[in-house]
């Protein structure tokens, strides 16, 4: 049974022995507590005394807790360090300790934070949560409320005003499409296939009611999206295009979000290998996270045009696949030599941009992938990778991942120096780079930029999300808050415009003068 997770606006009253409680703040900040200020979660079970000692035993390397009565009240504090790279919440380190310290049953989680962290720390704890689960558990299992609240602080203040109703609207949004992404990622093939994610995404679309765009089948080699096609066309199940929009009165700017939706990656005929293809449930992690994201944008009142693009397929091995040598003609018009039917996510995300720019004429352009291993090794396991054609976007997308915890990380993009790699005698292109030693995750994107045109006016923004998608074993919802910050400007969310980055000039600029 899946937890249900309440936003309350403040403290509410209750008895540890009955209802367990989870305090997590930095140390500095929880030292700025009274015991005035917790009694209301502690009495009658904890006392002043005990929560000074408690408080004073506070090591944190990176983190440490200290339980205040029995293990049913506990305080834990986040790690004091936090560089420049990372998330000032320490989101991550809030998602650990919220899952090894809660104890499955009705209970509160109480973050003490800045205000400027307050939208991080929430994303984290949900993320603690997973919706999806297939254990066949003996007996019925009661299901558990965790309510989440909030000390706020200012400086060396506590803010005394609770959350407003449409700040705890907010958050909810945000964080069931995080929950929404996750389930969706950490679901198998056989139960999220493409007629399952279409599924998914019709739910949304009822609840927001939006009428689906969907190309499927033969229609979409009818229709010239051949890189979709191509990948999806050996799958018992067909591929698909997917599209939902949101088009508000008065609306003068046009935003596309374009999701890779490999539902299963099998590596097609370059199949992978029988360690390298188990975790391929979640190749469809971009088109995931778009699908949450876009719900929480559309619920926050999106002033924009707003489009979700879903480039749907499972890349499979059958009579029909794809073979390396072929040449698939995408809906760009161009061609491509297929030398790795592995390289497929950006086949399909090629498709996808495309149509964002054709059919859309879209101003804003991004595109969410699990794309390239290489990703992991560039940035690593927590920082997704941004690629893009203006320098705006890219430090609104590196002060968006700080703000939402969802970090991110610059890659170069210079067409001029790495789009040879794709350089083929007999089409317009290869879809896998020559020389794999040389900058992979932004030849990826690059060969996405190329089917929409490195002359392209408007702006173009690509993120590799396929190492921090998950953590161990389960989906991280990594991308929903990310976008949610990075375009909350175009909400009429007071609270998503106040986490969303502000910057006015490049950063380059601000260096030269």
């Keep these: 049974m899946a937890t249900n997770i309440v936003f309350n606006p403040s403290l509410t009253k209750t008895d540890p022995h009955e209802h367990p409680v989870l305090i997590i703040g930095q140390l500095s900040h929880l030292s700025l507590l009274s015991f005035d200020d917790l009694k209301v979660k502690l009495e009658p079970r904890v006392t002043y005394e005990t929560f000074a000692n408690a408080l004073a035993c506070l090591h944190p390397s990176p983190t440490d807790t200290c339980p205040l009565y029995l293990d ?8 004091l360090k936090c560089s420049r790279h990372n998330t000032s919440s320490r989101a991550h380190s809030i998602t650990k300790l919220v899952s090894t310290k809660v104890t499955g049953v009705n209970e509160s989680v109480v973050i003490v934070c800045e205000k400027k962290d307050l939208f991080a720390s929430a994303c984290a ?9 297939r254990k066949n558990r003996r007996g019925p299992i009661p299901a558990s409320t965790v309510h989440v609240e909030f000390i706020v602080l200012e400086g060396d203040k506590i803010l005394l005003e609770p959350l407003s109703t449409p700040e705890i609207s907010c958050i909810e949004n945000v964080t069931q499409g995080i929950r929404l992404a996750a389930k969706i990622v950490d679901t198998p093939c056989n139960e999220m296939n493409v007629s399952h994610f279409l599924e998914e995404a019709q739910t949304v679309a009822g609840e927001l009611n939006i009428t689906p765009l969907v190309i499927r089948g033969e229609d979409l080699q009818t229709r010239g999206f051949g890189g979709i096609y191509g990948v999806g066309k050996a799958a018992a199940v067909p591929p698909a295009l997917c599209v939902l929009s949101h088009k508000p009165a008065g609306a003068t700017k046009t935003i596309a979000w374009v999701g890779k939706g490999i539902v299963y990656d099998t590596g097609g005929l370059s199949i992978k290998g029988k360690t390298a293809m188990p975790g391929m449930k979640r190749d469809c992690g971009g088109a995931a996270a778009i699908l949450g994201a876009f ?3 559309v619920k926050g009142g999106f002033t ?14 059958g009579p029909n696949a794809t073979r390396p040598d072929d040449i698939h003609q995408l ?3 161009l061609t491509v030599e297929i030398n790795n039917t592995d390289a497929e996510g950006r ?3 090629s498709d996808g941009v495309v149509y964002a720019k054709k059919d859309l004429s879209a101003d804003v ?3 969410m992938a699990t794309l390239t291993g290489a990703q992991g090794i560039a940035t690593g396991k927590y920082h997704g990778a941004i690629l893009t054609n203006n320098e705006v976007w890219e430090q609104k997308g590196v002060d968006a991942g700080r703000i939402s915890g969802d970090l991110l990380s610059p890659v170069p993009y210079c067409p001029e120096l790495h789009f040879s790699e794709f350089s083929s005698s007999v089409a317009d292109m290869k879809n896998s780079v020559a020389d794999r030693n040389n900058a992979q995750v ?7 930029a190329a089917h929409l045109g490195f002359d392209y006016a408007g702006s173009w923004i690509h993120i590799d999300m396929a190492s921090p998608v998950h953590c161990g074993e389960r989906a991280t919802g990594y991308g929903v808050a990310l976008l949610c910050s990075l375009f909350g400007n175009y909400t009429s969310c007071s609270l998503l415009q106040q986490f969303a980055p502000h910057v006015t000039e490049p950063p380059l600029k601000k260096v030269c003068l």
């Design 331 to 333: 809906y760009s018009g």
């Design 347 to 349: 086949l399909v995300l």
């Design 442 to 448: 932004s030849c990826a994107g690059l060969f996405v």
């Design 125 to 133: 704890v949900v993320r603690a949560f997973p919706l999806y689960s």
């Design 295 to 297: 719900y929480a944008a």
């Design 365 to 367: 352009i991004l595109d």
């Design 72 to 79: 049913l009240a506990t305080l834990a504090a986040l790690p």
């Design 304 to 317: 924009e045009n707003l489009h979700a693009i879903f480039c749907l397929a499972e890349n499979s091995v």
